[in-house]
């Protein structure tokens, strides 16, 4: 037994060396490399992201370049840096920070598809490298190049100019209107006027609500929605040269298609152009619907309308290398519609009895509860009641109706499929002679069933057709292959909105968390081309929101809310929306302007949102209030400018984002990133300048009409630009 003990303490010494040497192996080798991860984002622009996670406490600057040619030389494309995460708040590694370079890559003469990329860590003597075959993200994210970064105009036809006097909507055609001059005063109602309402009530009630001797706001709400001011298509051929100087690139029309309201999304014939917008006579026809036409596309015309459209409107467009898209309303028709018409006559026994959400009167037909009972009057089969848009019974927008997974009826479907193509490719010959897309109305109270099979029909057509949705809320759900290319941005509208007073006490940083979490939560395919919106024709103007804070975003106007501030704004709130309109700029996505926020339009929600456009060549309008605020239109066109900078333009328009801190509740500083450009907009909404000199360094400031150096004045903008290479 003794002699054996030598050998246990040699054998348990030999163990001890073992581990010493497997621990201070473990001490000395290097550790683990993280992943080099390459995100594809377009390959027709070359555009990809390059992403590492690094130890929090980790921030070595890494230098990034690529080649295309492989044993060819590296192209230096500046430095990772840190980012926020794409998607849903909590997917985030506590213990990691992200970092970021995105790279727009310029393929070598010949070189076969893809990429490889180089990271180097010059302090730890590494590198990292990956490779990716193809900047293509796939069919899921692929999303139209043209629509990545443009420049929106949202063009409310009937407000916007009226360029041919010809074709305006008249009183003695049609009673439920009443024609405005254009320079009229919006909140003076005439006696005429009030007395055209006084006997459209008596000789049209189906149409008419109740007259009130002051309802809120006094008489304007009972005349307003029966104004007609004349704006038409060749209004806006008449003006494009003035909308391509501001800066845009591409215009979104909300309705055109035949239909009796001022706004046109109760559409009366989907396959015909409103001939009050777009007929360039002086004697438009006085008729909803073409003879001889069925649900044939063969049978279908071409009206003078439509011809304009076709032969002037669209070409107009691409002669200045912009583009055009219509609001497709699938959801629901107006009382005018062929198909409701027939409904409305026959009953059960029309052609169209599947198409609404429509009662009929059952057979046998029971007893009457009264004899007041609506049914003494009816047949078996005739028409009872229907569901309106907003629940509305018998309302005056008839909802289509939806399967069971909330598709529409086959017979709509097949009718929608067909108005599609015939707007998206009327002369097959010709590619380029129709719309380039469309922004489709209340698209989340149709079922992703339908839209994904009419994404497809879509893309069949053009492959480069864009698609955008009006939702309200973060819709990613409704992105990736499912329907949409993007939305329109009212998640973006609302923080901005917000952060500028809408919201007081909402803090630079609080801003920044919700970008991160909110709105640049997709794909990066897909923020590229959210359309992003400040306001529109559904809510108030920008600077009467900024002019009554702690409202909701979208909370109504004067006729939900007699305390609402109403007038003209003081030039404090065209400085602050001025700072929208940069931080708009600013971020990914493509800007869209609501007609005349470049004149200082202002008032509160539908329908005080649509004035007419106080164009300064029309002379001066009646009410000094309505009249252009002065210098605002250069101002606006500075900021949406930038986005045809040669040096700014593409890191605008491509590039990663990052919202470094500021130090201030009042200050964001919003980075945009495209290879070696790193751009810096630093948005001031306080009262008092701002010294960012620390924090811009030695970038080089653009003159935007600021402060110099590195001052930011009170309600004021800096742009500053550097190559981090």
Known sequence: MNSAWPWLVAALAALGLLLWARHALAL????????LRLVPISEGLGLLDVELDR?????????????????GPFTPAGHLLPAPRYGPPGDADATTRLWRARLRITPAPGAAPGVEVRVDSPRAARAWTAKLASLDPGEAFRTPDWAKGVVWYQVFPERFRNGNPGNDPSGARDQRVFKMPWTAPWFTVSEAELEAARNRHIALPRHQGPLHARDTGGQLYNVVFQRRYGGDLQGVVEKIDELHDLGIDALYLTPVFRAQSLHKYDAADYRHIDDNLGDPTVEPPNRWHEPGESLDPATWTWTRADRYVLDVLIPEVRKRGMRIIFDGVWNHTGLEHFAFQDVYQNGQRSTFADWYNARFVPDPKPAPAS????????????????????????????????????NLVEPVKRHIFDVTRRWMNPRPEDPLAGIDGWRLDVASEIGLPFWREWRKHVKSINPDALLIA??????????????FDGQMNYPLARAIVGWLGQRPGMTSEQFARE???????????????????????????????????????????????????SGRPGP??????????????????????????????????????????????LGPMTDPADAPVAGMRERVAAWLRLRRHPTIGPALKWGATRHPPSGSPDVFIIQRQLNSTLVTIIANRGGNPFNA?????????????????????????????????
């Not at 929090?56 to 295309?68: C, G, I, K, N, Y």
């Open 28 to 35: 000395t080798s290097e550790p683990e490399q993280p992943a």
């Open 55 to 71: 130890p929090l406490d980790d921030r070595e600057p890494l230098a990034v370049s690529w080649r295309t040619s492989p044993g």
């Open 371 to 406: 004899d007041d009972d609506g049914l003494h009057q009816l047949s078996p089969g005739d028409l009872m009641s229907w569901k309106g848009w907003g629940g509305r019974a018998n309302g005056g927008l008839p909802v289509f109706s939806q399967t069971a997974d909330r």
């Open 470 to 483: 009006e939702i309200w809320h973060p819709a990613r759900a409704y992105f990736e292959g499912n329907g």
């Open 515 to 565: 970008l991160e979490q909110q709105v640049t939560v997709n794909h990066p395919a897909t923020d590229l081309v959210q359309m992003n919106v400040l306001d529109s024709h559904d809510t108030d103007r920008l600077a009467s929101m900024l002019m009554n804070p702690g409202r909701a975003y979208d909370a109504g106007g004067l006729r939900e809310d007699p305390a609402y501030i």
């Open 572 to 617: 404090e709130i065209y400085d602050l929306v001025i700072v929208a309109i940069a931080l708009q700029t600013a971020c990914p996505g493509a800007p869209m302007v609501y007609y005349g926020t470049e004149y200082g339009m202002w008032g509160p929600d539908d329908p005080d949102n649509r004035k007419p456009l106080p164009w300064p060549d």
């Open 693 to 725: 000199a620390n924090l811009v360094g030695t970038a080089e400031r653009l003159e935007m009409g600021g402060g110099g150096g590195g001052v930011v004045g009170a309600r004021g903008t800096g742009v500053w630009v550097e190559d981090v290479r």
